[in-house]
């Protein structure tokens, strides 16, 4: 069964508007103070309550303020230096080249907003797609919010807006070469003001887009 188109009014949130599914009105309000934002059956609904008071609409049983205090709340404190209302981004590899998979993860709710894979790779370059990934979905969408990743390399990489592994391109890595390709095209030809900052695993624990596999 097909599901049902949902429509998304964000009264208040990093950029107010309406949203046709739930992962961007996540990202306009999850951390932001005040957030204040409701569903919609259609479309007529949405723009007719865009247009009101969000006091019209948010009542005991609407969505609202409260639920990105309480998902942050019920995932840990974070770090005081942490900036909650952020992107994380993470890969894991099962063997190293082997079967890589990278995601991005809200940092304050700690909502998954991105997921690609498993392909064969290397942990390096899926910290690197990752990050390109996350940085052209939050252009997209218009986003201001920082990207945490764990990893110097990738970091480095995207600023030289180059891939630098030392993985053999042959017929198994073929796809995930054009990624790559993909990937490096993206850095070259787009600007972006996303601040990509170096998530501190020693001080602030497991990144929380980290795929809890490490044994």
């Avoid at 949902?6 to 990093?14: D, E, F, H, T």
């Avoid at 007719?48 to 019209?56: C, E, I, K, R, V």
């Avoid at 981004?89 to 890589?100: E, H, I, K, R, T």
């Avoid at 993860?105 to 907003?113: G, K, N, T």
Wanted: hydrophobic share 35%.
């Amino acid at each position: 069964m097909k599901k049902k188109q949902k429509y998304y009014v964000v009264w208040a949130g990093v950029t107010p508007g309406i949203y046709d599914n739930w992962t961007d009105c996540q990202l306009q309000t999850n951390g932001y103070e005040g957030a204040r934002f409701k569903s919609f059956d259609t479309m007529e609904e949405a723009e007719q309550a865009f247009a009101s008071s969000p006091y019209d609409y948010i009542g005991q049983k609407a969505t609202g303020t409260e639920q990105p205090r309480k998902a942050a709340a019920a995932t840990g404190k974070l770090p005081p230096e942490v900036i909650e209302n952020s992107l994380a981004v993470d890969a894991a590899c099962s063997g190293n080249p082997g079967q890589m998979e990278y995601r991005g993860v809200h940092v304050a709710s700690r909502q998954q907003v991105f997921h690609f894979g498993p392909v064969y790779g290397t942990n390096n370059i899926g910290e690197f797609l990752a990050l390109v990934h996350g940085l052209a979905l939050l252009k997209q969408k218009g986003i201001d919010m920082p990207i945490y990743s764990d990893s110097r390399n990738a970091i480095a990489w995207v600023r030289q807006k180059q891939c630098k592994t030392k993985l053999p391109r042959e017929p198994r890595t073929e796809a995930l070469f054009q990624l790559i390709e993909r990937a490096e095209k993206w850095l070259r030809e787009n600007t972006y003001s996303t601040p990509i900052l170096k998530w501190e695993t020693e001080q602030w624990g497991e990144i929380p887009a980290d795929f809890g596999r490490k044994g």
